[in-house]
């Protein structure tokens, strides 16, 4: 589109998460008017770490943000999938994106801050929770709880993995439970008990359970997770520390003892939720992104990177499409088959032999010789 085009596109963004900041920061810098409306009345982002890819990191670096997140992240050079017991399965180095080779790994809550806080003020408006949304081709008519309404050119469902408007407009379909459940807890290093020795992301696999220890030098701790098999699909359950032990039984003794360890009350648990993948995420003037659109689970660690992704790839499209029609066909198409394969091979199990299934192409070199 037309710089003069651009500029006088007004844009609604539904969600101030990991997408939907994301997206009005790529799409601002397109010089088009951009409001983000989010339910909350406060951004309070619980939970525990993440890995930011070189490509997510090399995105930053188009937007002139890459330093407000490189200061509040750990550089990581490779990571490492281990036995229960901790013997070596794999080790490899996160794949490379151009010159950035390294993933960035940060605390949930320091990522959404960082995010928000290179936006312009005043561009995110807390306490509007979506009721309704009505595309009208050229444009979009957004209705809040209030009764407040938004008109745009162009809206953007970022609302996550509950997405209201995924639900009025695109599919029915509620979130899938995985048959899992998810411990989240951030410690101090001095608790992880010798287990954290350098940046790198470390995952143990064994009966049905991963652990994963993920460092975040920068403040001194680390996320620690453990996701286990658990039929029951309570979104936000209440658990005690029995619960947790067992799901880890047969574990390292250090991995044993860190659970031990855990205050109750710093755990986040969770249900562990995906959705199906959704066949259209875009009308004329409405389109999907980050959750809202590919919901997955975490064992790729994909989630938040994807959701980035997404708004570059939907700042790219508005420029090189000819209007916002031809430009969310071109952001679908480029978006949708990656964000599909992810999906599926994050469904899939996590057993010794499946490793080269969910990492396609990263087995080690040795175990790929002998085959």
């Known amino acids: 589109m ?37 339910q909350a009345t406060r951004i309070r982002e619980v939970g525990a770490g993440i890995g930011l890819r070189p490509s997510t990191m090399n995105r930053f670096r188009e937007w002139g943000i890459f330093d407000a997140i490189a200061k509040v992240s750990s550089p990581s050079e490779y990571f490492e999938i281990l036995t229960a017991t901790g013997d070596p399965i794999m080790k490899e ?64 469902g970022a609302d996550g993995i509950k997405s209201v408007v995924r639900d009025r407009l695109f599919s029915d379909q509620g979130p899938v439970f995985s048959g899992e459940r998810a ?59 029995e619960d947790m032990l067992r799901t880890v039984e047969g574990f390292d003794e250090r991995l044993v003892s860190i659970t031990r360890g855990l205050d ?21 003037s409405v389109v999907l992104l980050g959750d809202a659109a590919h919901s997955m689970l975490h064992h790729q660690g994909q989630g938040a990177n994807s959701a980035i992704e997404d708004g570059g790839a939907l700042a ?23 964000t599909d394969k992810l999906q599926g091979i994050s469904r899939q199990g996590w057993s010794e032999d499946e490793i080269d299934e969910v990492f396609p192409g990263q087995k080690p070199a040795a175990a790929a010789a002998q085959e």
């Open 2 to 38: 037309q710089l003069s085009d651009l500029k006088n596109l007004k844009i609604a963004v539904v969600g101030a998460g990991y997408g939907g900041a994301a997206a009005a920061k790529a799409l601002s810098l397109l010089g088009a008017r951009v409001d983000v409306y989010e």
């Open 93 to 156: 180095p996160w794949p490379a994106d151009g010159e950035q080779t390294h993933t960035h790994l940060i605390h949930r809550g320091d990522f959404i801050e960082a995010l928000l806080g290179v936006l312009p003020e005043g561009m995110v408006h807390l306490g509007h929770k979506l009721e309704a949304v009505e595309d009208k081709g050229d444009r979009s008519v957004l209705t809040f709880a209030d009764g407040r309404t938004v008109e745009a050119d162009l809206v953007v």
């Open 183 to 241: 411990y989240r807890a951030v410690i101090s290093v001095d608790d992880a008990h010798g287990m954290v020795v350098d940046d790198n992301l470390r995952m143990y696999i064994g009966k049905g359970t991963k652990i994963y220890l993920l460092p975040l030098r920068h403040r001194g701790q680390v996320s620690f997770d453990i996701t286990a098999l658990c039929p029951d699909p309570t979104w936000n359950p209440q658990v005690t520390r």
């Open 264 to 284: 109750l009350d710093t755990v986040n648990v969770r249900g562990v939720y995906d959705i199906d993948p959704v066949d259209t995420w875009h009308s004329d």
């Open 316 to 338: 790219d499209a508005l420029r090189e499409a000819d209007s916002v029609k031809e430009a969310l066909a071109l952001y679908q198409a480029t978006r949708k088959p990656v």
